[in-house]
C-alpha cells in the first residue's frame, strides 16, 4: 500500500533529506520509501518506480513529497514521525568548539566564533605585548591589567584608533558591551542610556542607579584612569563618546572622569559640544560653575545618574539631594567622619563632598594612605595599591575592612563610620555576611563603652545581581548598619550627623563657541556595542564563565609568559627570532 | 650556503628532511661499516656515558653483548672486562647508527644498512629481536644469545641476500606512506609497517636458491612474529634523513633526540656536534599485569630518532589503536596531543599523510626556540624498561625531554651567533 | 542590533532598492532565502558553498544572529540602504561581489586533462546516464532540433534542492560559456521553460542566473584556477549539487 506525505513550500538541505530517507528505508515493515521535490520530472520517477499515487499529483515543486510503500498502516504515523523530526529539527550545529581552551594566538583565533574583542588581566609586564597582539589580530581589547606604562598606553590607544578599534584601558575594570558585563560589572537592564567612564566604581554606581530607576544602559565604555591623562589625550573617551552619538539606540550620553589635564576637558567639553544628543557630564572632585543648554554638568554620581534618568525620560533635570534618617545620639566629642571604602571613585566622592562641607574649618594632611586625611575625618581607598600589595581587593576580601571597623571604635572621636559594598559579577559572594559580625561587634563595644555610633551602608548592584541587592541590604540592616540607598545620600548623611551641608551648586546656563568636529565613527566600532561580544578571554578564567553565562561566546586563551617568563631566555629568543645576518 | 635569518635556514633544514630518499638496501655485520667497532668495542645509545652510571638493564646488554662477541666465558667474566675499564664505549650516534632502548651493538651483530640516495648518508641499526627476554631491555640469558646467534647466522644473511635481489633496495618512504596510513605511528606501533615490509621481503626469501626451505620457514616466521621489526628500519631511516639535515649547518631544529638512562641529549642543526644534555625523566605509562611505575627504569634508547622525524608520539593521531596502551586516553586526547605538537614544528610533511588528521601531513622540523617559547616539549612513545635486567619490557607510555635541554642549545646557538647575555 | 552585509551579488544588488519588501521563504544551516513580491529570490548567507550573484554574503556570526531572529514568513523591507526586519538593521553598504565573467581565461586542455582523474561511473545506469546527457550535448549544437521535451526531462529532475538535472543544466551551461556551442534557439527554449513551475525556486534561480552567464564563484574559480583542487573544492558543494554541475561541466567539454 502507498502512503503520500507532502510538506508544502518546505525546504531543507539536501543532506537532511539523504539522511532522512536512511531512516525511513532502515524502519522495520518499510518496504521502499523515497523523498523529492515534487517536480514534473521527479513525479515522474515516483511513477515509474512504482510509487505513484494520486495525491502526488498536487505536490508542487517547492514541496517536500515523501511516498511510502507499506502493508502495515501504523507504520506510516512512525514515518510522518520521523519526518517532523527531521524537518523540524534544528541544524546540525558545528559548535564542537565549546569548551575547548586554547594556549596561543592562532588556536584562540581558530576556537572562537568571528571574535571581536580580547580581554586581558594577565600580568601587566606581559599586557601590552599581547593587546598589540589583539589588535593585530582585529580585536577591541579590554585591558583589565594594571602596571602597563604609559608609553605602551599611548602606542596602543593610537594604533587601535587608526585601525578603527577601541581600547579600554589598562586598568580597566567596568564596561557592559551590548548588555554583557566584563569584569567587574553589575546585571543592568539594557535602555537608552549610553555611558563611557574613566572609573570603574563611578560606572558601577550610576549604571545600578538607573537601574534602580527602571531606566537602562545597553552599553557603558571604560576607559581606564589615565585616558584623560595629556599624553594620551582622551583617544579611547573621545571615540567612545562619537559611538555612542552615531548608536540610533542611545538618547542619553553620560560622561563620567575625575577632572581631567584642562586641554583635554577642553577636547573632550568641544565634541560633546557638537553633538545634539543630551549630554550629562561629571568630572568628579570639580563643583560645576556652569551649566549648558545640551550638557548637564554634574556634581556626585547620583546627580549624573537621577539626570541621565530625568533626560531619558524627556523630563527637565532635577535634581534633590536626600539624607537618611538616623536616629543616633552622639556625644559632643564624637565629631569623626570614617570612610572604608572598596571602590575608588565613592571614596573621592566622599572625600570632595566632606571638604566642601568642612572647607572653612579643616586642615588636611597629605598621604598616600588617605583619599582625605584631617585630624577627626578620615577616608580610605582599601582598593588602592598600598593595601592591596600581594592582597586580594577589598571587593572580595572583607579582611582588611574589617580590621579598620575594629580600629576605628577604638577612637571615642568617631561619629560616623561609613561603608560600601560592590556587589555583581566579580564580586565576593556574600559580602554583607562577612561585614555584619564586625558591624554588629564596633556597635555593641561603643555602647558599652557608653557612646553610640552610626554605622552607614551603602549596596552597589542591582537586583539581578547575583548576590541580591535587597538581601545584601536586609543583611547589613540586620546588624545595625543604616542603609542608604546611594553613596551621594550616605556621605551627606554623615555629614548632617556633625552638622555639616554640602550646598548643590547653583549656576547659570552659558554658551560656548566650539571647532566642528568630524563625528564619523568606523564601522568596527558600530558594530562592537551593537551586537553581543565574541570574546577571547586572556587570563583570569572566571571573566570567561561570566561573559557565557550572559549568553556571549567566549574562548579562554591560557596565557603563559613566553619561556615561563625566564628574562635571560626570553632574550635568547628575541635575539633568535629577529636575527639578521648575511652569513649565518 | 648562507642564510639571512634563522626561518630560512630551518627552511633550508626541513625542505633537506622533505627531499630523503631512505632506501633499505642490506643487512651486514656491524663492524663490516662501522670501521670504530674493533674488538672491545661496544656502541650504547643516547648521549656519551660511563659504564658505571649506566642503569642495571643497559649495563645487562653489555654482558650479553660479551657473551655473544665470546669476549667472556661467563657473566663474572663479562662484568670484570666492564668494571676494569676494558670496553671502549661509543655512543652509537657518533657512528652513523642508532640503537633501542640500550642500544648495545657489538662488531659482530647484523644491522640494518639503510641509505639516502637524496644526500648518500648510510645508517645503521641492529634489528629487532622480537618481545619478551630481549637484550636490548639487558636481558642475557643463554636463549637470548642462542637468538643473537641465530640472528647473525641466518636471519642477517638471509635478509641480506633478499635485500640484494633489488637493485635499489627497498623504499622505506614507500612503507612509511603505506603504514601511516593503516594506524601505524612507528615507535609504539609498527604492525602494519612490519607486514608492509614482510609481503615485500616474504616472495623474495621464498624465491632464494641458495637458502635452505628450513632457514626460510624461520626467517618467514620470524618477521610474522615481530611485530615491532619495522622500528629499527623506520630508526635507520630516520638517522639517514637527520644526518642529511644535519649538513646545513644552521638553525634551530632539533636534528636528534635520544637518552641512555642517565642524560637525554638532543642536537640542533646550527651547533653540529654538540650535544645538549639534561638528566632524563622516567617515562609515564601503563604497567603489565603485576609491574608497577616503581620497576620502571628511567628514559632510554636512540629510538626517539622517530619523534625527531615527525612520527612517534608526535604523530599520535595516526596510531588510536595505540592512545590506550601509552595511557593518553582516547581519539581526542590523540588528536589534542597532535595538534599541541604542531606548535613548537615548523611545517608538515608531505610523504607522511595522516588520514585521521584530515590528510595533515605528520609534524616536521621541531623548532628549538618553539620549544623554549611555548614550554611545550616533544612527545615520545616508549616502551619502558624494568629496572633490574633481564625483566624486559614490562609496560608503555610516553615520556618528554628534559626542557633543559633546548634551552641550553639555543643560548649556545645565540652565543654562536654573537648574542651577549 | 545593526549587523553589516560583507557583500552583496550583482543580481541582489537591483533587486534591494529602496522600499522593496521581502518575505523570509526558507532557512538552511548556512543561511537563508528570501523572495521579493516578484518571486525573485535572494540567497543571504555565508560562502561555505561559494558566492552567489544572488546572493548577500554574511560572516558565520552574522549569519548565526539573523537565524536566531527570524522565522520563515517575517518581513524585511530596504530602508535607508539596509535590510530593516522588526529585531535588526542589516547595512547592505557593502562592496559587490564580483562578476567573473572573464570565460575566456578558462584553460579548457587543462579542465579536460584534470577531468581524467575524476570518476563519473557513478552516472552510469541512473537517469542521467553518459549516452543521455551527450545525446542532448548534441542536439544542442543542432538548430534543426526541437528540445522541449528533452528539457523537460532534465529540468527538476532527481534529488535534492536543486535536483540533478537542473545541475548538470548549469554545468552544461557553463561549458557553454567557456566554449561557445548551444545554438541560441535552444537557450531561447530554456528560457521560456523556466517560466513555467517545473523545479524548485532555487534551482530555477540557479538556471536563469546561468541562461546570462553568471555562476557562483567555486564554478567560476575553474576559469582561473583548473586545477584538480579547485575542482574538488566544486564536488564539496552541497551533497551532490557540486558533483553534478561538475559532470555537466565535463560532459560539455568532452563532446565532439
Known amino acids: 500500500m502507498l502512503y503520500t506525505i507532502i510538506k508544502e513550500n518546505t525546504y531543507k538541505d539536501s543532506i537532511v533529506l539523504m539522511l532522512l530517507s536512511n531512516k525511513l528505508s532502515a524502519i522495520d515493515g518499510v518496504s521502499k520509501v523515497s523523498i523529492m521535490m515534487g517536480t514534473p520530472a521527479n513525479k515522474d520517477i515516483f511513477k515509474s518506480s512504482g510509487l505513484g499515487t494520486d495525491e502526488l499529483e498536487k505536490a508542487k515543486p517547492n514541496d517536500i513529497v515523501i511516498v511510502v510503500d507499506t502493508d502495515q498502516e501504523q507504520k506510516v504515523d512512525e514515518v510522518k514521525e520521523e519526518v517532523e523530526i527531521a524537518l523540524k529539527g534544528e541544524s546540525d550545529s558545528q559548535n564542537t568548539s565549546k569548551g575547548q581552551e586554547a594556549h596561543n594566538w592562532k588556536r584562540a583565533m581558530e576556537l572562537a566564533n568571528n571574535p571581536n574583542l580580547a580581554l586581558i588581566s594577565i600580568p601587566g609586564q606581559y599586557a601590552a605585548m599581547e593587546a598589540e597582539n589583539a589588535l593585530n589580530e582585529g580585536l577591541h581589547v579590554f585591558m583589565f591589567s594594571d602596571n602597563v606604562s604609559k608609553e605602551d598606553e599611548v602606542k596602543l590607544k593610537q594604533k587601535a584608533h587608526e585601525k578603527g578599534l577601541l581600547v579600554m584601558g589598562p586598568d580597566c575594570g567596568t564596561a557592559l558591551i551590548h548588555g554583557v558585563p566584563l569584569a567587574f560589572t553589575n546585571n543592568v537592564n539594557e535602555g537608552d542610556i549610553g555611558i563611557v567612564g574613566a572609573s570603574g566604581t563611578g560606572i558601577q554606581e550610576v549604571t545600578t542607579i538607573i537601574d534602580r530607576y527602571g531606566k537602562g544602559v545597553t552599553n557603558a565604555l571604560g576607559t581606564g584612569g589615565r585616558d584623560l591623562s595629556t599624553e594620551v589625550g582622551a583617544i579611547t573617551m573621545l571615540d567612545s563618546i562619537k559611538a555612542l552619538n552615531q548608536d540610533p539606540k542611545v538618547k542619553v550620553i553620560t560622561v563620567i572622569s575625575k577632572p581631567p589635564a584642562e586641554e583635554v576637558q577642553r577636547k573632550v567639553l568641544n565634541l560633546l559640544r557638537n553633538i545634539d544628543k543630551p549630554v550629562v557630564t561629571l568630572f568628579l572632585g570639580d563643583k560645576p560653575s556652569y551649566q549648558e543648554e545640551n550638557i548637564y554638568h554634574a556634581y556626585t554620581l547620583e546627580e549624573a545618574a537621577v539626570v541621565a534618568v530625568q533626560l531619558s525620560n524627556g523630563d527637565k533635570p532635577n535634581f534633590e539631594p536626600t539624607t537618611a534618617d538616623v536616629n543616633v545620639v552622639l556625644k559632643e566629642s564624637q565629631v569623626g567622619i570614617k570612610g572604608y571604602y572598596s571602590g575608588g571613585t565613592l571614596a573621592s566622592e566622599a572625600a570632595m563632598l566632606v571638604r566642601d562641607a568642612f572647607k572653612d574649618t579643616m586642615t588636611e594632611e597629605q598621604s598616600d594612605r588617605y583619599v582625605l586625611k584631617t585630624n577627626t575625618h578620615e577616608i580610605i581607598d582599601l582598593g588602592d595599591d598600598v593595601y592591596t600589595k600581594g592582597k586580594p581587593h577589598p571587593m572580595i576580601d572583607p579582611e582588611k575592612r574589617i580590621e579598620m571597623l575594629e580600629k576605628s571604635v577604638n577612637d571615642p572621636e568617631t561619629a560616623v563610620i561609613m561603608i560600601d559594598n560592590v556587589i555583581g559579577n566579580g564580586g565576593h559572594e556574600d559580602m554583607a555576611s562577612e561585614l555584619a559580625p564586625a558591624i554588629k561587634r564596633i556597635l555593641d563595644s561603643a555602647r558599652q563603652d557608653g557612646r553610640q555610633l552610626a554605622v552607614l551602608a551603602t549596596v552597589v548592584g542591582t537586583a539581578q545581581d547575583i548576590q541580591g541587592y535587597e538581601k545584601q541590604m536586609e543583611i547589613l540592616k540586620e546588624s545595625g548598619a543604616i542603609i542608604c540607598k546611594t553613596n551621594d545620600q550616605m556621605v551627606r548623611t554623615a555629614i548632617q550627623l556633625i552638622c555639616g551641608k554640602v550646598e548643590q551648586p547653583i549656576v547659570d546656563v552659558q554658551k560656548f563657541d566650539y571647532t566642528k568636529e568630524n563625528l564619523a565613527v568606523d564601522d568596527k566600532v558600530m558594530s562592537f556595542i551593537n551586537m553581543k561580544p565574541s570574546v577571547i578571554n586572556i587570563g583570569l578564567k572566571s571573566f570567561t564563565e561570566a561573559v557565557q553565562n550572559s549568553g556571549s561566546e567566549c574562548v579562554q586563551f591560557n596565557w603563559r609568559p613566553i619561556a615561563g617568563g625566564d628574562e635571560k631566555l626570553m632574550k635568547v629568543l628575541q635575539f633568535l627570532n629577529y636575527y639578521e645576518g648575511g652569513t649565518i | 650556503m648562507g642564510f639571512r635569518t634563522i626561518n630560512e635556514a630551518n627552511e633550508a633544514v626541513i625542505q633537506k628532511i622533505i627531499a630523503a630518499a631512505p632506501f633499505l638496501t642490506d643487512v651486514v655485520p656491524a663492524k663490516s661499516v662501522i670501521p670504530e667497532l674493533k674488538e672491545y668495542v661496544l656502541l650504547h645509545a643516547g648521549p656519551p656515558m ?196 644535519r649538513t646545513i649547518e644552521h638553525g634551530t631544529v632539533v636534528t636528534a633526540m635520544c637518552r641512555n638512562g642517565e642524560n637525554f641529549g638532543i642536537r640542533i642543526a646550527g651547533m653540529g656536534d654538540e650535544w645538549f644534555t639534561a638528566p632524563v625523566n622516567t617515562p609515564q605509562g601503563l604497567y603489565f599485569t603485576g609491574y608497577s611505575a616503581e620497576d620502571a627504569n628511567t628514559d632510554m634508547g636512540d629510538s626517539a630518532i622517530t619523534e625527531t622525524i615527525g ?47 584530515d590528510f595533515k601531513g605528520a609534524c616536521l622540523g621541531i623548532d628549538a626556540r618553539k620549544v623554549v617559547e611555548t614550554g611545550i616539549t616533544p612527545v615520545i612513545n616508549t616502551g619502558i624498561a624494568h629496572k633490574i635486567a633481564g625483566y624486559g619490557q614490562i609496560g608503555a607510555g610516553t615520556v618528554h625531554p628534559p626542557i633543559e635541554c633546548f634551552e641550553k642549545a639555543i643560548t649556545a646557538y645565540a652565543e654562536k651567533l654573537g648574542f651577549k647575555g | 542590533m545593526i549587523l553589516q ?44 558553498n561559494g558566492t552567489f550573484p544572488f546572493g548577500i554574503l554574511l560572516d558565520p556570526q552574522t549569519k548565526e544572529t539573523i537565524k536566531t531572529y527570524i522565522q520563515v514568513g517575517d518581513t524585511l523591507t530596504v530602508r535607508h540602504n539596509r535590510l530593516t526586519h522588526n529585531r535588526f538593521d542589516m547595512l547592505l553598504n557593502s562592496k559587490t561581489l564580483p562578476l567573473n565573467m572573464d570565460f575566456e581565461h578558462a584553460n579548457i586542455t587543462q579542465l579536460k586533462e584534470n577531468f581524467q582523474d575524476i570518476s563519473f561511473k557513478a552516472y552510469d545506469s541512473t537517469d542521467f546516464e553518459r549516452a543521455r546527457v551527450l545525446s542532448l550535448i548534441n542536439r544542442l549544437q543542432d538548430p534543426s532540433e526541437n528540445l522541449e521535451e528533452t528539457l523537460r526531462y532534465f529540468i527538476g529532475r532527481g534529488q535534492g534542492l536543486t535536483p540533478t538535472g537542473d545541475d548538470i543544466l548549469v554545468g552544461i551551461l557553463y561549458g557553454h560559456f567557456i566554449n561557445h556551442f548551444i545554438e541560441h534557439k535552444h537557450l531561447e527554449t530554456l528560457k521560456a521553460l523556466m517560466k513555467e513551475p517545473l523545479t524548485t525556486i532555487v534551482s530555477k534561480r540557479f538556471i536563469t542566473c546561468a541562461l546570462d552567464g553568471l555562476f557562483s564563484s567555486k564554478i567560476t574559480a575553474l576559469q582561473h584556477d583548473p586545477s584538480l583542487e579547485s575542482m574538488k573544492r566544486l564536488i564539496n558543494v552541497g551533497s551532490s549539487s557540486g558533483m553534478d554541475t561538475l559532470y555537466g561541466i565535463y560532459m560539455s567539454l568532452t563532446k565532439e
Open chain 2, 311 to 357: 612520527v612517534g608520539g608526535m604523530a599520535m593521531i595516526a596510531a588510536p589503536a595505540v592512545t590506550r596502551f601509552v595511557g593518553t586516553g582516547g581519539f581526542n586526547d590523540a588528536l589534542e596531543t597532535s595538534n599541541q605538537m604542531t606548535e613548537i614544528c615548523i611545517s608538515e610533511n608531505p610523504n607522511f599523510v595522516i588520514p585521521t588528521w
Open chain 2, 50 to 245: 660511563k659504564y658505571e652510571n649506566m642503569t642495571d638493564p643497559m649495563q645487562g646488554s653489555c654482558v650479553g653483548a660479551i657473551l655473544f662477541e665470546g669476549w667472556a666465558k661467563d657473566e663474572e667474566g663479562a662484568r670484570d672486562l666492564l668494571e676494569n675499564d676494558q670496553i671502549t664505549f661509543i655512543p652509537c650516534h657518533h657512528v652513523n647508527a642508532v640503537g633501542p632502548m640500550g642500544g648495545i651493538t657489538s662488531p659482530n651483530m647484523p644491522v640494518l644498512v639503510v641509505v639516502n640516495k637524496e644526500s648518500g648518508h648510510e645508517a645503521y641499526c641492529q634489528m629487532n629481536e622480537g618481545i619478551g627476554a630481549v637484550l636490548r631491555f639487558g636481558a642475557y640469558n643463554e636463549q637470548v644469545i642462542n637468538r643473537l646467534h641465530w640472528m647473525k647466522d641466518v636471519l642477517g644473511p638471509v635478509l641480506s641476500k633478499a635485500l640484494r635481489t633489488l637493485a635499489e633496495g627497498l623504499n622505506v618512504n614507500v612503507l612509511f606512506a603505506k603504514a601511516i596510513a593503516m594506524g601505524d605511528e612507528f615507535h609504539q606501533r609498527n604492525i602494519a609497517a612490519s607486514l608492509a615490509f614482510l609481503k615485500e621481503i616474504a616472495p623474495i626469501i621464498t624465491s632464494l636458491e641458495d637458502v635452505e626451505k628450513e632457514q626460510c620457514t624461520e626467517v618467514i616466521q620470524f618477521l610474522a612474529d615481530t611485530d615491532q621489526f619495522f622500528l629499527n628500519i623506520a630508526m635507520a631511516a630516520g638517522k639517514a634523513m637527520m644526518d642529511a639535515a
Open chain 3, 5 to 48: 552585509a560583507s557583500a552583496v551579488g550583482s543580481i541582489a544588488l537591483p533587486l534591494l532598492n529602496e522600499g522593496n519588501t521581502f518575505s523570509v521563504h526558507s532557512i538552511f544551516e548556512k543561511g537563508l532565502n528570501i523572495v521579493d513580491q516578484n518571486g525573485e529570490l535572494i540567497f543571504a548567507g555565508t560562502d561555505e
